[in-house]
Structures are given as C-alpha cells and as structure tokens.
C-alpha cells in the first residue's frame, strides 16, 4: 500500500462526502419549495377542494424527507471496498450512490446489481473482476486498504474482516455490509418472489443476512414493496431494540419491526392459559376445529323447513312466490363451491334467492324489479327463517362464545379432531382474552371474510423462526398473503413449548411449502475455544442440525467455582469490565432477578434472564450457575422436557470474545468433554 495511493483514496473519499453534502442540498431546496407549496395550498383550500399542486407537493414532500435523513452525514466511511473490472473500469462500493456534479458516480451503493461482483468474486470465479480493495477506516477516518489481485489468482485473508468481526461490542447491532461473505451475498440477493429458509447454529449472521435482505429487497423493489411493505417479526422488545439501528443506518426506515406479539395483537391479552390449554390452542389441529366450528353452521335446505312439495313459499305485497328444494340446494352447493368466507357465502345463498325470486318476477310482471325490492325480499320473514336456519349470520365472537362454552357445540367442532380432555381445554374468559385465544379469534376471523389484501406485507423477515407455534405461523401467513417470506431460525434454539422440530413443517404452517432451504454454519461470532463448549451440548438436543464451525481463533473461557455464587458472580463481572465491551450476565430467569441487587447501577454490564437471551450478543457473558438454566421450568411454571438444556445452549452461545461460567454446583453432565 503506498502513501500516494492512500492519500489518492483520500482525496476520492473527501470528494465523495463533497457530493453527497451537495446532494442532501439540492435536496432541502426541494423539499423547502415544495412543503412550501404544500403548506400554502393547504391554508388557501375550501371544502372539497382537490389542486394538483397540493397533491404534489404532498408527494415531493412524502419523497424528500426519507431522502434527506438517507443523505445525511453521520460520519461513517462512505465506501468500504473498490474493484477494477477487466476492461478497465473501476468503482467504489458504498452504503448509498454519490453521484458528482456531472452525475457521474463516485459511490456505487452496495445494493446495485454490480457490487455483486465486489462480494462474490474469488481467485476461481473471478466475474470479470481483475482487482478487489478493502479499505479500513477508524471513525469514519480512512486508515489503509488491502488489495487482491484476483488475475493473479491472488486470495488474501482480510485482516479487515478479522478486525470488523473481533470487535469490541458497545451498543446494538450494527449492519455488516463492509464485510457481507459470498454465502450470505447470495442469500441476501435472492429475487423478491424466493420464500427462503434459512437453519443456521448460532452466530452464523441469520439476523444480519434477513435485515440486509430487507434492505436489498427495497432498493431493488421499490416500487412494489414501498407500497405493500416489508415487515421483521422478531422474538421480543428487547431483541427488536437491539436490531433496530440496523435498517436505519442502511437508509431504510420504512420497515416495520414488531414482535409476533404485537403482530397479531397478543400483546393485548389480559387472561392466561395453564400450560396445557396453551399447548391445545396453540397446536395446528386448532385450525380444523376453528374451520368446523364457523363452516358447521351451514345445514341443507331441509334444514331450513323447506320440503319436497312445498319448496320455500315467500310472501310479498301481495304476491307469492315459491322456490323449489332443487333450486334451494343448487344455490346452497354453489354458494359454497364458489366463495371463499362464511361471510361472502352467505352473501351469494341470498342473492341466488332473490334472482330466483327476480327470474319469476320477470315472468309474470315483463320487467325487472329494481334493487330495493331485492332488499325487501331478503328482509322477508320466510327468507330470514330458512336463512338464519341454513347459513346464519356470524361474527368471531359469537363463534368463540360457542366454542368456549356450549359442550355440544365444542364437542361437535372437536369430534375427530382432538381428545375429549383436550376438547375440555378449549375453555376461557373472552372479556379476559389469553394470547392464544387471540390467535384462535383471528384464525376464526379468516373464516367468516377475507382480509384487506392491502393489509398483506410483500416481504416479511421472521426471525427466531423456530419458536413460533403453527398457530402464530398461521396469523403471520395471513398477513403475509401473496407477499414472499425469509425465515430465519435455529431448530437447536427452539425454547417455547412448541418449537418447531422441522422446517418443513414451519414452512408449511407459514403457508409457504415451496420455500427454498439452507443452512448456514461459518460462525462469526462466537470464538472456536467458546463455541467448542456449547457443541458439546448440542448432541443433546434432539435435533440434527450442524454444529457452528467459528472463523475466530481468539477468546477465552473460563471456569470459576465457588461456594458463594454472588460473590463469584461479582468477582467475574469486575474482571470482565477491565477489558473492553459490553458484559452479560445471564442467569435462570429466577435467579436473574436475585443477581439484580448484587449488579445494580454497574456499567456496560446486563443482567439477562435465560429466556430472553436469544438472539442478543455481549463482548464478554458470565453464565450463571448453567445448572440451574437446565432445571428451570419454561415459561409459565411448566417444565418442558429438554428446554432448560436449549436455554443453556443459547447462553453459551452468546458471547463476542470472552466466556466465564460461575458455579457452586455441579456442572451440567451434558458440558463434559
Ligand atoms: N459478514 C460478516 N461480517 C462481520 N460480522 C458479521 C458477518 N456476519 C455476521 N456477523 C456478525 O456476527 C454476529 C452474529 O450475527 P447474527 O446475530 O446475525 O447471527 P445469528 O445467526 O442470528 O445468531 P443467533 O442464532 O445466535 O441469534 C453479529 O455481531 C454480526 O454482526
């Protein structure tokens, strides 16, 4: 690397931030005139008035504000890498496109289809690129670059990568699109319609690969995903705040972040289920009781008093009209052949009524009777008899009110489909709804009438997949609809009492059965020293995924017995904090809130209950007592064979460079080597 070239790479950077600074400027006086405008056309609008310039300036204003914040200067490197092409030309890589004066680029953003080539290319399959650079900054400051000549066959371990992957934690995730790997490139750039599954050991960049295809997604879709959106589930709040800067700080701040809680609105229940109901409401076999408990309403003709000889007779101002049991039971058979919801079924059987009607009407009178008639004719009482008789009008509440509380009804809907002592589960208190009676409601709701399309999201990133039960899966596939999915999970991680055993299942209850699978096993986070002691739990999970083979050679473990927990606890914390990075403690939820007295007001450490460590990362953990994780019951009280040990494995995996587990007890005989 020489200095001229250094300082030549400099001076492109200078030049870089010039541009962008003359862009966000170009930008503003847009935005200033035309939110002008808007204002303006606002305060001089009469009632109903409609002025093109008003809608305009709306639609400037609505496109300059993103613009402005993706274009400010938060004085991060503007570009990470640069490659030569073999006829000549060059490009920088960046996070956004830097056009100059001319319109000429200087930055090409990382999502444009040429930078591919910067993440994919190798010695063997160069992609007519002749020469890589990585460049390495320090706040925001270039300080060298590292070349490849991939004509000359030339592959260089980056030590950028090393130093981006060794670093200190110090706050909430931060994007990767520096150092993004071919494997997890390939990923990201799937086209918008692959619903993808990806398995991956922990630390394997699952999370970083689906907030970066979010991104790439919008870059490459705008038009289709800005309107119908992209969405990321996550497992909780506190996974969500960790992972919230990410998308931002990739220019895109559209993206909604929920957890799956608030997603299908369980963040609301007030009631709970014993273990055992939650596990009857939440199992797939619910979807078919909820199908018979709404579509069961339904009778034949019969059922609705109308005979062989007699038919149905309707009587109106004066006439009287009659419908044949034939006609009744063509009608009923189409209406369900040929809708999709209770609701819009019940629409057609109607209307398939009054044409009926209409048709003799027609007949005997020459003309066709207008539409309020139509309404009289559904209002009369032998219509609404055999109507509420055969097809009644439903809503979810009533529904979930039989379902709760009417044995027959519930034995009816349940017959076949689950055990009687399950049936008898299906009870709660709906002014007092549990999370998966809510579920239940909006998988009933799916039933009775379609949701607005427009309330489906085109690309929904859901992570920590495996935790989810079928009935959450079949509420996110709901608003999922025909948008694609990139699933993103870790089966040995599966903690909830129905985590899922199979990703073919999961793809299955997400209503994406042709998903494309893959996994992932090239760890960047957790240390080879560190990563060894959990795979040494993993053979005990039940589950045949591959074990994480780390990049990293640095870390360290440690092992601290002691007969005074707290004080070893402490101890450990003091050591951690004299290096640098942010330290966990993570513990057995009940023993998390034991430790918080003993840790409190300390700083650059968190205290993490066992069963919510999932997905979070710190420079330095301190497992606690890991015995205790294994026994502790799951959430709820209720011990779920197994779960204790997968809580012990998410912890172990959790640490960035450096491992201590405090003990006074025995060690777990699944940790022996
Ligand atoms: N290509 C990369 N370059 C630099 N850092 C990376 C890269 N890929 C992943 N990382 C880092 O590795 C760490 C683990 O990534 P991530 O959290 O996405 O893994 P994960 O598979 O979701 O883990 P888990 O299953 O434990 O939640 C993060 O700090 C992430 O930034």
Redesign the pocket.
């Known amino acids: 690397m020489s200095e001229t070239e250094l300082q030549a790479e400099i001076d492109h950077h200078e030049r870089a931030r010039a541009a962008m600074a003359a862009m966000r400027e170009l930008t503003e006086g847009i935005h200033n005139i035309y939110s002008g405008d808007f204002d303006e056309s606002t305060r001089n609008l009469g009632l109903g008035d409609v002025r093109s310039d008003h809608l305009f300036g709306w639609a400037m204003a609505n496109y300059t504000v993103p613009r402005l914040a993706d274009l400010t200067d938060r004085g991060i490197a503007l570009f990470f890498g640069r490659i030569w092409m073999d006829d000549g030309e060059d490009f920088h890589i960046g996070r956004r496109h830097i056009l100059d004066g001319n319109r000429d680029p200087l930055v090409l953003d990382w999502r444009a289809p040429l930078s591919e080539q910067y993440y994919r290319a190798s010695a063997h399959d160069r992609r007519d690129v002749a020469k890589r650079r990585r460049f390495g900054f320090n706040n925001g400051t270039l300080t060298g670059f590292e070349d490849e000549n991939l004509v000359f066959g030339e592959e260089v371990a980056s030590d950028i990568?090393t130093a981006?992957?060794e670093r200190p934690?110090t706050g909430p995730?931060?994007d990767?699109v520096?150092?993004?790997?071919p494997e997890?490139d390939e990923l990201i750039r799937r086209d918008a319609t692959t619903n993808l599954c990806v398995q991956?050991?922990?630390?394997?960049?699952?999370?970083?690969?689906g907030l970066h295809r979010a991104a790439w997604l919008l870059y490459n879709y705008t038009d289709k995903l800005n309107k119908s959106g992209v969405l990321v589930v996550g497992p909780n709040e506190g996974f969500l705040n960790y992972i919230a800067g990410v998308l931002p700080t990739l220019g895109e701040t559209s993206v909604w972040q929920v957890t799956v809680q608030q997603l299908t609105g369980a963040h609301t229940a007030t009631g709970t289920d014993t273990h055992e109901a939650a596990l009857v409401k939440h199992d797939e076999r619910i979807a078919l009781v909820c199908e018979r408990a709404v579509w069961g309403h339904i009778g034949t003709a019969l059922d609705g008093g109308v005979t062989a000889d007699e038919g149905l007779l309707i009587a109106d101002a004066g006439w009287r009209w009659r419908l044949g049991l034939g006609f009744l039971e063509e009608a009923l058979a189409n209406a369900r052949k040929h809708t999709r919801t209770y609701t819009a079924g019940r629409k057609a059987l109607e209307d398939a009524i009054v044409q009926g009607v209409r048709r003799q009407a027609e007949i005997r009178s020459g003309h066709s009777p207008d539409a309020k008639w139509g309404t009289r004719i559904k209002r009369t009482p032998a219509v609404r008899q055999f109507m509420d008789a055969v097809w009644p009008g439903l809503n979810a509440k009533t529904v979930m009110k039989k379902l709760y509380t009417d044995a027959a009804f519930r034995a009816d809907a349940t017959r076949g489909i689950l055990s009687e002592d399950e049936a008898a589960l299906l009870t709660g208190k709906l002014a007092k709804p549990s999370a998966a009676d809510l579920l239940i409601v909006d998988e009933v709701e799916s039933h009775l009438k379609l949701r607005d399309p427009s309330a489906s999201f085109g690309h929904i990133v859901i992570?920590?997949a495996q935790d989810l039960s079928p009935m959450q899966c079949r509420a996110i596939a709901r608003r999922s609809g025909k948008g694609s999915v990139t699933v993103?999970g870790?089966l040995a991680?599966g903690t909830t009492p129905w985590a899922a055993s199979s990703w073919t299942d999961q793809m299955r209850h997400l209503g994406k059965d042709q998903a494309e699978h893959t996994e992932?096993t090239t760890g960047?986070?957790v240390p080879a020293v560190i990563i060894e002691l959990a795979n040494r739990v993993l053979p005990h999970l039940g589950v045949g995924v591959a074990p994480a083979r780390s990049i990293r050679s640095d870390g360290s473990l440690d092992h601290v017995r002691t007969a005074d927990l707290e004080a070893g606890v402490r101890e450990a914390v003091a050591k951690a904090l004299q290096e640098e990075g942010l330290v966990g403690v993570i513990a057995a939820d009940a023993r998390a809130e034991a430790l918080r007295p003993v840790l409190e007001g300390a700083e650059r450490v968190e205290l993490v209950a066992a069963s919510l460590a999932?997905?979070l990362?710190y420079d330095h953990v301190v497992v606690v007592e890991p015995v205790e994780i294994v026994e502790a019951p799951a959430t709820g009280g209720a011990t779920v064979e197994g779960v204790g040990l997968r809580h012990l494995y998410?912890a172990l995996?959790?640490a960035?460079s450096r491992l201590t587990v405090v003990h006074a007890r025995d060690l777990p005989p699944q940790m022996a080597s």
């Not at 520096?178 to 790997?181: L, V």
């Not at 991956?200 to 690969?209: F, Q, S």
């Open positions: 990568l981006e992957i934690r995730m931060r990767i520096a150092t993004i790997q997890q991956g050991a922990p630390g394997t960049g699952k999370t970083a690969v992570d920590e993103l870790d991680q992932l960047f986070r999932k997905g990362e998410v995996t959790r960035v």
